[in-house]
Antibody, heavy 124, light 106 residues
Framework: QVQLQESGPRLVKPSETLSLTCSVF??????????WTWVRQPAGKGLEWIGR???????HYNPSLKNRATISADTSRDQVSLRLQSVTAADTALYYC????????????????WGQGILVTVSS | DIHLTQSPSSLSASVGDRVTITCRASDPINSYLNWYQHKPGKAPNLLIY???RLQSGVPSRFSGSEFGTDFTLTISSLQPEDFATYYCQQSYMTPWTFGQGTKVDI
C-alpha cells in the first residue's frame, strides 16, 4: 500500500520560498499509471489545488498562484517536491501531496492516496 | 474555473441516519467528479470516483449519483466513524476545484 509523507520547514518568512518534499513509500513515482499533485488548505477554508506533475515531466498549475509554484520529481528517491516563491501570509496552509490515478480510456482522474499534510506558516 | 457548490455546509445526524450531500457544478463535467472524506489530522480518503464508482475498501453504505450537473453522495446508514467533513472535487478541467465541504457531526 502506497504511503505519502510531506516534509519541510514549517515556518517561512514573507517573500521567501516555501520548499516541501513528498516522500513516496510502497510505489515508484515513475509508474506510468499514476501522476502526482499538491493541494493546500488554509486554516478554516476549503481545499485548493496547486498543481500536478506527470511522469513525462509535464506540469500544470493553478493560475491563482500567479506562476509562483514549481513541482518537480526526484525519481531516484521517489520524491515529489513543491516550491512556492515569494510567499505571503496568504500562503499559510496545510499542504498535502497526493497520488493521482487516471483512467486511460476516459482520462477521468482522482486522488487515490494522500499524505497527512504539513502545516506551513508564513510569518516574520 | 468550474465552481462546485456543496450543500448543506454542515449537518447534524445520528448513527443509523441516511445522509445525502449535494454538489452542483457550474458547468457540465461529464462524471469527472470525486468525493473525499476528511477527518482532522488525517489524510483525506477517496470514497467515490467518476461520480458513481466506489473506491476499493470503502464500505458499501457510501454511494454516488449523478443528475446532469448535480451530484450526490449518500451514506445509507451513518456509522460513528463517518463523522467527518466531505468534499467533492472535479477533474474535468484545470484548475481542479473542490466544493467548500460538508461537515457531518452529531
Amino acid at each position: 500500500q502506497v504511503q505519502l509523507q510531506e516534509s519541510g520547514p514549517r515556518l517561512v518568512k514573507p517573500s521567501e520560498t516555501l520548499s516541501l518534499t513528498c516522500s513516496v513509500f510502497g510505489a515508484s513515482i515513475s509508474s506510468e499509471t499514476y501522476y502526482w499533485t499538491w493541494v493546500r488548505q488554509p486554516a478554516g477554508k476549503g481545499l485548493e489545488w496547486i498543481g500536478r506533475l506527470y511522469t513525462t515531466g509535464v506540469t500544470h498549475y493553478n493560475p491563482s498562484l500567479k506562476n509562483r509554484a514549481t513541482i518537480s520529481a526526484d525519481t531516484s528517491r521517489d520524491q515529489v517536491s513543491l516550491r512556492l516563491q515569494s510567499v505571503t501570509a496568504a500562503d499559510t496552509a496545510l499542504y498535502y501531496c497526493a497520488r493521482v490515478e487516471e483512467e486511460s480510456t476516459s482520462w477521468r482522474s482522482w486522488l487515490d492516496s494522500w499524505g497527512q499534510g504539513i502545516l506551513v506558516t508564513v510569518s516574520s | 474555473d468550474i465552481h462546485l457548490t456543496q450543500s448543506p455546509s454542515s449537518l447534524s445526524a445520528s448513527v443509523g441516519d441516511r445522509v445525502t450531500i449535494t454538489c452542483r457544478a457550474s458547468d457540465p463535467i461529464n462524471s469527472y467528479l470525486n468525493w473525499y472524506q476528511h477527518k482532522p489530522g488525517k489524510a483525506p480518503n477517496l470514497l467515490i470516483y467518476a461520480a458513481t464508482r466506489l473506491q476499493s475498501g470503502v464500505p458499501s453504505r457510501f454511494s454516488g449519483s449523478e443528475f446532469g450537473t448535480d451530484f450526490t453522495l449518500t451514506i445509507s446508514s451513518l456509522q460513528p466513524e463517518d463523522f467527518a467533513t466531505y468534499y467533492c472535487q472535479q477533474s474535468y478541467m484545470t484548475p481542479w476545484t473542490f466544493g467548500q465541504g460538508t461537515k457531518v457531526d452529531i
